[in-house]
């Protein structure tokens, strides 16, 4: 991608105009899902990923930490740091179970205090690097308020900025960590990204027919939500927006297309 020129507020090159479309895309043959805590991908895309594993998609989903920050008051004095990060990777494998996603990676950065370090760049290039996904899901580093009752949490800000560098320009790019050349990992270009949670999500995926594996997938995160039933509020929240467009629940998403 070194010939594209420089992009400036006055003279937008048409072809990169022309790429943002609001249809919904096809699913991706190899997806990569990278969020910052077990559940992220739950409460956000899964409605997504469940419909394109059923479409045949093969998906791996990229914890960065274990969780193991977990939730004060459900932490009794049986509870450790260490305990809760396995329960909490036990969790993520069965939602990810329900979902239909074969494979879960951790990589044990300590919960709630991520940061977006070139060292975490350097493990989130790698793993595209080893498992060439031909689309990256993640959240939108650039958001910080969500209406006016939740801040967005530091570690999914710093997850999305982490994952965003390694898809462009580390993973493509040669000489970016000469050190994973010398592990026998060459660039690998990622086509798509699909970003939730921020603005200019206009694009929408259909998730009718997943919406309740979504439901399912979430609550088996039982150390975070106990007996709390969340389908009404992702119900709630997978009809908005999507009356407009003739369709009942859906998830939305900024696509970035970065390769035809
Ligand atoms: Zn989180």
């Known amino acids: 991608m ?3 020129p420089p992009l400036s507020d006055q003279s937008i090159p048409e072809r990169a105009v022309k790429k943002i479309s609001t249809e919904e895309p096809p699913a991706p043959a190899r997806v990569m899902a990278i969020h910052a805590h077990p559940d992220d991908q739950e409460f956000t895309v899964a409605g997504t990923l469940a419909k394109w594993a059923r479409a045949g998609s093969e998906i791996i989903t990229v914890c960065i930490t274990r969780g193991d920050a977990g939730s004060n008051e459900r932490m009794g004095a049986a509870m450790t740091k260490d305990k809760l990060a396995r329960l909490r990777e036990e969790e993520q494998r069965r939602a990810c179970r329900v979902l239909g996603i074969q494979q879960v990676i951790f990589l044990n950065y300590p919960d709630g205090i991520l940061q977006p370090t070139l060292d975490l760049r350097r493990d989130l290039t790698r793993l595209i690097r080893q498992y060439k996904p031909d689309a990256v899901v993640c959240g939108d580093p650039t958001v910080r308020f969500y209406g006016n009752s939740y801040l967005n949490h530091p570690d999914h800000r710093a997850a999305a900025d982490a994952a965003l560098d390694a898809v462009f320009p580390s993973a493509g790019t040669r000489f970016i960590f000469p050190e994973l050349l010398a592990e026998g990992l060459e660039p690998h270009e990622v086509k798509q ?25 979430l609550r088996e995160h039982k150390s975070q939500i106990g007996d709390w039933d969340p389908g009404e509020m992702l119900r709630a929240w997978a009809r908005e927006g999507s009356a407009e467009r003739g369709l009942e629940y859906t998830e939305s998403f900024r696509v970035m297309i970065l390769k035809e």
């Not at 999500?201 to 979504?214: F, Q, R, V, W």
């Open 2 to 4: 070194t010939d594209t």
């Open 193 to 217: 990204v699909f970003i939730h949670g921020g603005e200019k999500s206009e694009t929408l995926i259909d998730i009718a027919t997943t919406i309740e594996t979504k439901i399912a997938a």
